[in-house]
């Protein structure tokens, strides 16, 4: 189980984490919610539903190439599509979807973090993660978001294979990057391969 999730009986999945595992993940997790950013706590749970589904988001793609990337452009985005009723078809679904996808996201990252503060690992044997199969999704869509969000840091393309990245020197200041890009691939492919067994 060390290094990959297995299926659990029952349903979920489990993985063997260590000490420095559980860091690097949680780490990457808080980055993301940073990034991402807060949500919005006010109100009475009622009131926050309803004016969550009146609530405009952004109608203009984020900057930052990270976060265009973790919430794209519908219909090709504005670079892409030069015709105005399509940019402001984005834009409009935009406006209506990013704060949701962003609440989710918001949601995913917490998950994760939520999950690993409850471990106790051991120093010599680190500890096993127990998920079910709603943890099982949300981790899914964290993990999604953090290779996301390094691969676009990184400069993944979808033809990419990993192969050129592997070969950068250790000296280059990416290669933690690269090797933690690959690592979270791998908890992801195995996570999916348990759900489906």
């Known amino acids: 189980m060390a ?3 297995e299926p659990r009986s029952g349903g979920g999945a489990a993985v063997a984490l260590d000490e420095v595992e559980i860091s690097i993940l949680r ?3 808080v980055q993301l ?3 991402v ?5 006010s109100g009475d749970a009622a009131d926050d539903l309803l004016a969550s589904v009146f609530r405009d988001g952004p109608s203009e793609p984020p900057a930052d190439p990270v976060l265009a990337r973790l919430f794209p452009d519908a219909y090709g985005g504005p670079d892409r599509v030069p ?3 399509v940019r402001a078809a984005s834009a409009e679904f935009r406006r209506y979807t990013e704060n949701d996808l962003r609440a989710r996201k918001r949601e995913d990252a917490l998950a994760l973090i939520r999950s690993l503060d409850a471990l106790d690992p051991e120093p010599e044997t680190g500890a096993v993660l127990r998920l079910t199969p709603e943890e099982c999704r949300r981790w899914l869509g ?5 290779r996301l969000a390094i691969g676009t840091r990184l400069e993944v393309t979808d033809e990419d294979d990993g192969g050129e990245l592997l070969r950068l020197p ?3 200041p990416r290669k933690p990057m690269v090797l933690a890009y690959l690592w979270l691939g791998g908890l992801q492919e195995t996570l999916v391969e348990s759900l489906m067994s």
């Open 3 to 5: 290094g990959h999730f």
């Open 27 to 29: 780490s990457l997790a």
């Open 33 to 35: 919610l940073e990034l």
């Open 37 to 41: 950013g807060p949500g919005d706590e």
């Open 83 to 85: 015709d105005d009723d």
């Open 142 to 146: 964290g993990l999604n978001d953090l």
């Open 170 to 172: 250790e000296s280059d």
